[in-house]
């Protein structure tokens, strides 16, 4: 760099000692000083880029370690400083990628030296989110931990969700009102379906008594045959996100269900609720768009 700026200041003066010569020379001097300013620039500019990390948002994929130190993914920042349990210590997620199964395994390490080992495996294109809130109204956080497959092609089919309680000196799974599958920590819901009319189908739920009618579109009735497909039928949809809202002084779960096919932008935001020792489905809102920020 250096190198270069000497070059620059040399070629000026020489431009000024030929002034007097002719001015096609000062020209061609000027010509000269601006392409190796113009040198200068480019090599500042690569410089900054070679020092700058690149970032992408699935650089976590294959990454085993700490989730705060996985700086080439967008989201690291997330893990940054967390204190999850609330005692005052840092806690840290640790991941462990395995590439012969392209599976992985996560460990959430407080910072008072206790451990949730989230054992069951889980893909690698999984988003990995932790939440702390206390949704049951004991005093202390419970830990959520999520993944979301924003990379599939249907995202809202899949969702891992998982909720640990402190009882005593440990963290033990919540049982959580929903259908876990035998793969990862895929929660369900039964959602049945019945046509009442052209473009006009009847969504209910046997865990709660919730049902509404749902407007479906001209295209999504005749191009995409849910006149046939939801003539009367049910289906296991799966917890595919989930995130903690205030009301008051009390946090609730919220859990994010999709409705009929990756077609649709319908939903369901299922509230949690907590009595008689267990988790219940307090509360159902319909939705037509699962990726606004209600609340």
């Given at each position: 760099m250096n190198k270069i700026r000497m070059k620059a200041r040399s070629a000026f003066r020489d431009c000024k000692q030929m002034a007097?010569?002719?001015?096609?020379?000062?020209?061609?001097c000027m010509t000269a000083f601006m392409m190796l300013t113009q040198d200068?620039?480019?090599?500042?500019?690569?410089?900054n880029f070679q020092t700058r990390p690149s970032t992408t948002p699935s650089a976590y994929s294959e990454y085993t370690g700490?989730?705060?130190?996985?700086?080439?993914?967008?989201?690291y920042r997330q893990f940054e400083n967390q204190d999850y349990d609330?005692?005052?210590?840092?806690?840290?997620v640790f991941r462990t990628y395995r590439k012969n199964t392209e599976y992985c395994h996560y460990k959430i390490v407080f910072g008072n030296q206790m451990v949730i080992d989230v054992s069951d495996e889980a893909s690698?294109?999984?988003?990995?989110?932790?939440?702390?809130?206390?949704?049951?109204?004991?005093?202390?956080?419970?830990?959520?931990?999520?993944?979301?497959?924003?990379?599939s092609s249907d995202m809202r089919a899949f969702g891992d969700l998982v909720v640990y309680e402190k009882k005593g000196d440990a963290y033990v799974e919540a049982q959580l009102p929903f259908e876990r599958s035998g793969q990862g920590y895929t929660q369900g819901l039964t959602v049945r379906y019945k046509k009442k009319r052209k473009q006009l189908i009847t969504v209910s739920l046997d865990d709660i008594a919730y049902s509404v009618d749902v407007p479906i579109s001209q295209e999504l009735w005749k191009t995409c045959f849910y006149r046939d497909h939801f003539k009367r039928t049910s289906v296991v949809s799966t917890v595919?996100?989930?995130?903690?809202?205030?009301?008051?002084?009390?946090?609730?779960?919220?859990?994010?269900?999709?409705?009929?096919?990756?077609?649709?932008?319908?939903?369901?935001?299922?509230?949690?609720?907590?009595?008689?020792?267990?988790?219940?489905?307090?509360?159902?809102?319909?939705?037509?768009?699962?990726?606004?920020?209600?609340?």
């Open positions: 007097g010569v002719s001015r096609a020379a000062v020209v061609l200068i620039i480019v090599s500042n500019a690569k410089s700490y989730m705060d130190e996985c700086v080439q993914w967008t989201g609330g005692d005052g210590c840092i806690d840290r690698a294109i999984g988003t990995p989110s932790v939440q702390a809130a206390d949704i049951n109204g004991d005093g202390k956080n419970e830990i959520i931990f999520t993944l979301r497959y924003d990379t595919w996100d989930a995130f903690v809202m205030q009301d008051g002084q009390d946090a609730q779960l919220v859990c994010s269900v999709h409705l009929f096919d990756k077609w649709s932008n319908y939903g369901l935001l299922l509230k949690l609720g907590y009595e008689d020792q267990r988790y219940i489905l307090k509360d159902v809102i319909l939705t037509s768009d699962e990726f606004k920020n209600f609340f």
